[in-house]
């Protein structure tokens, strides 16, 4: 299978990644062959063998309750922020 | 005191003794740690003070009576693992200023056991590599030779321990990150059963496949650290509610009646000869303590390295959606909007492969290749899976190579991503059916180390490290030390 530019710039948007003009070139090449690649799974006699949910068998995603069980740690989080003011973290403006 | 010689078994008997105190081995350590650095670039971080004061503490704490065998050992974990107050980065530029306001489950296990951390290990950009080429902080070298590679993603954790400049380390492996960096650097890797480990803390890639583990010189030191590391975390959703066994309780137990099964498919033509010809050597060496030896085959096992590069990029492109320059790692200079900075953030934050991932995973999730991408390669997954349990209806472990060569130069496969992600077609199906493996030392080919894998069915860590130890009883492979760090 063989993706075109205009494929890989559609991917790098849904995948908010801005790519330089060199990096485009390298990726069309690279996915179309990892799709050739994978497409060998198309071979594979699935029938009706259900999609694995869960690598141990037997066992889902086990739930919590609802319930707060971690104490505010804000201040502490927002050392690793890019830019924070009055405990809020800032973005470019949003709406006008 | 010959740090090379030495295992955790031996240093933490060594301790008890009180043939050397913690601060003396740890300073001991950190001298060699700084001695390798240049060529090896093992490290990220080296946390020297923090070390030496925790080991002052383990001191402190054995002089005062009952403290646990493996008080005031050193190790180093991978940089995968969030450390609070310390560096954590993931080999990524995108977290090259992330100070980790938390520990990882797995590093305030194995701390509470009294280790004392001696750093941060290098590895391949979140994981993704198997060859430790893809850090920002720029390639591992194989202590073995370092013109070549040490496999990844734990690249750093295997040349470490290689090179006995630390006595063991954590790893992580999601398709053989432990088990390939392991064989290649002539170590022993552990990768537990799926949710053995808590992942909590563990920054994740492909969240149905990670797994935490160890690189150690010997089995016997991976059981010593596995406890520790292992068990419920209510912080892991998939973390598994079952008791965690004493694995050293059952190292020395005899192999009379044990059933090796050979995974016929994992001898396949990529296999180089003379890797093959030392696995079957270190099978003849199972045989004469007792086991059988019969082959088996797991039809669907070669296509997992193309279901694998579906269901992992698709768990990638979901789970580092998370940076977006606002709450932490790298911001892009001046953005134009919200959009202009999540898209130059994460363009300027992620390296190539790291975005090749997040994009192969975008498209399979995309409208309208759900089904034939990520669900197909959900149901074939079934089926290598179904193949294992087939397989251990008649044999108790599973044998074959790690890796089918050893060691590859640095850069050699570094610009075709297929033929780098064929290095794991032997350790992929055990991630992709959630079972434990290891890799151990079985000999070298033109100076080069490799692997001998053993795969086991679900939480039989217990049995694969009583093989593996009676197996390094009977061989030094392990012990081996590269020349230049003797």
């Known amino acids: 299978m063989s993706l075109s530019r205009a494929d890989i710039e559609n991917i790098a948007r849904l995948a908010r990644l801005e790519l330089t003009e060199a990096e485009i070139p390298v990726y069309v090449d690279s996915l179309s062959k990892i799709f050739a690649f994978v497409g060998e799974l198309d071979r594979a006699p699935t029938g009706d063998i259900a999609p694995m949910a869960h690598p141990l068998p037997g066992l889902a995603q086990r739930l919590r309750a609802d319930e707060v069980s971690e104490a505010n740690r804000r201040d502490t989080y927002q050392k690793n922020a890019p830019q924070v003011e009055a405990g809020l973290y800032l973005v470019p403006k949003v709406i006008e | ?486």
Request: proline share 6%.
């Open chain 2, 1 to 486: 005191m010959s740090a090379p010689a030495a295992t955790v078994a031996a240093l933490a008997k060594g301790l008890a003794a009180g043939e050397y105190s913690s601060v003396e081995l740890t300073r001991a350590y950190l001298e060699r740690i700084a001695a390798a650095q240049p060529a090896l670039n093992a490290f990220v971080t080296i946390t020297g003070e923090s070390a030496l004061a925790a080991a002052a503490a383990a001191d402190a704490a054995r002089a005062k009576g009952q403290v646990g065998r493996l008080a005031g050992v050193p190790i180093a974990h991978k940089d995968i693992f969030c450390t609070e107050g310390v560096l954590t980065t993931c080999g990524s530029k995108m977290l090259a200023n992330f100070v980790s306001p938390y520990d990882a489950t797995v590093v305030a296990g194995l701390r509470d056991a009294g280790t004392v951390m001696l750093g941060k290990l290098n590895m391949d950009e979140f994981a993704m590599g198997s060859s430790n080429e893809t850090s920002f902080f720029g390639p591992v070298h194989n202590p073995w030779d370092t013109k070549m590679v040490p496999g990844g993603s734990s690249g750093g954790s295997a040349a470490a321990v290689a090179a006995r400049i630390v006595p063991a380390a954590t790893a992580t492996d999601t398709g053989g990150s432990i088990r390939q960096p392991a064989a290649l650097c002539g170590v022993t890797g552990i990768k537990p059963t799926y949710g053995r480990c808590s992942r909590y803390g563990m920054i994740a890639f492909a969240s149905s496949l990670d797994q935490a583990g160890l690189i150690t010189v010997s089995a016997e030191d991976a059981a010593l650290l596995l406890g520790p590391m292992s068990g419920f975390d209510p912080r892991d959703s998939t973390s598994v509610e079952r008791a965690v066994p004493d694995y050293t309780a059952t190292l020395a137990d005899s192999l009379e009646g044990l059933t090796i099964g050979l995974v016929k498919e994992f001898f396949d033509k990529g296999l180089d000869a003379r890797n093959e010809q030392r696995i079957r050597d270190a099978i003849a060496v199972f045989e004469k303590l007792g086991a059988r030896v019969r082959e088996v085959s797991c039809p669907n096992l070669p296509l997992s390295v193309p279901t694998y590069y579906v269901v992992a990029p698709a768990e990638c492109s979901s789970n580092l959606a998370r940076f977006d320059g606002v709450r932490f790692g790298h911001r892009c200079e001046s953005p134009k909007n919200l959009l202009d900075l999540y898209c130059r953030s994460r363009g300027e934050g992620f390296g190539a492969e790291v975005k090749r991932r997040i994009m192969t995973g975008t498209y399979v999730l995309s409208a309208g290749y759900y089904d034939a991408y990520y669900l197909k390669a959900q149901r074939v997954r079934q089926l290598i899976s179904a193949d294992f349990a087939r397989a251990f209806d008649s044999c108790d472990l599973l044998f074959g190579p790690t890796s089918p060569t050893p060691a590859f130069p640095i850069g050699a496969k570094f610009d075709d991503p297929i033929t780098m992600y064929l290095n794991d077609i032997y350790t992929i199906g055990a991630n992709l059916a959630g079972l434990p493996g290891m890799s151990i030392p079985c000999g070298f080919v033109d100076g080069l180390p490799v692997g001998l894998q053993i795969v086991g069915p679900h939480f039989s860590e217990s049995r694969m490290l009583n093989a593996a130890h009676r197996y390094q009883q009977e061989t030094d492979w392990h012990l081996r030390v590269p020349a230049a760090f003797a």
